[in-house]
């Protein structure tokens, strides 16, 4: 089965369109309040229940299209980190993108502001780690991917400290929000069209740097006698990966797993090559999320759990079923 989708690309991308779109679907039809799939369905079709389709236009469907977005970046996130630090362990949020992200939106909800400021606190400071870790990379003869994970993990660790003290000494009545929010949190979500425009503009830019992508993930001996432009490719790749994490980050708080499995699930079912890669990924990682959202608001309704600790569970044993994978372990 797997052979035949790496033979077929064009059926294997439309197998992710299809079970991407049948994922909206549920999540539209499907919620904690309401009539079932049917009775909603068959009400907004004769326009005898404006509540219901006030409830699919108006809460479910921003927060399902939301989640795809965010799933969607994570993914091509994951993708941009893995060719740049030629790592199959390397995550969107290795480099401490999240953490910076954290640290800063905690200190704005301590201080009170409002969700928009929230949010811009939250970008600043994805941003701001990223130029920290970018800094210290720098060592004679630029920075390597050895050590641009390395300073990564340390950033990580450091903003993750940060994190704690200011749980520790923040005020109790936000405790549980601020948490939410570390752990992925949809709820309180905008409007999608940021998420999904920064995808749709990604994904056609990532397939037409195919090429020089896949040459780069074999190496930068191996680039650079084909005549790719290295150090330039390198710096987009870390640019981009950041700029994508921070994305999502500053919208729904940190999501993991999402960016670390599904490049694996895809590489595995289509192949490396990223003209086929990229699509496929964002398709995945944004059904990933809005299945792991649908389970989040749905499962122990009235009361919602965090979407990250739910992409946790599932991307935990998923991983280390790809990892006995030779095309992964090696």
Known sequence: MILALVRRPTLALLGFSLIALIALLASLSIGSAGPGPVGLWRGIAAGTDPLARSRVLERRLPRALTAFGAGALLALAGVCMQVLLRNPLADPYVLGVSGGAAVAALAAMLLGVGTFIVQGAA???ALGATLLVFALAQGP??????????????????????????????????????????????????????????????????????RPLNVLARGDVQAQLLGVA??????????????????????????????????????????SDHRRMIPAAALAGGTLVVIADLVARTVLAPRQLPVGALTAIVGVPLFLVLMRRPQIAT
Do not use: K, Q, Y
């Open 123 to 125: 970008f600043a400071g």
């Open 141 to 210: 003869g630029g920075w390597t991917p050895t050590r641009l994970l390395l300073t990564g993990i340390v950033v990580a660790a450091g903003t993750g400290a940060l994190v704690s003290l200011l749980l520790a000494a923040g005020d109790p009545t936000l405790l549980r929000s601020m948490v939410f929010w570390l752990m992925g949190d949809l709820s309180w979500a905008g409007s999608p069209l940021p998420l999904l425009a920064i995808a749709a503009m990604a994904v056609p830019l990532g397939v037409f740097a195919a």
């Open 230 to 271: 290295v150090t330039p490719l390198r710096g987009a790749l870390f640019v981009s990966a950041s700029i994508l994490t921070a994305a999502t980050v500053t919208s729904v708080g940190a999501i993991g797993f999402v960016g670390l499995v599904t490049p694996h699930m895809v590489r595995l079912m289509i192949g």
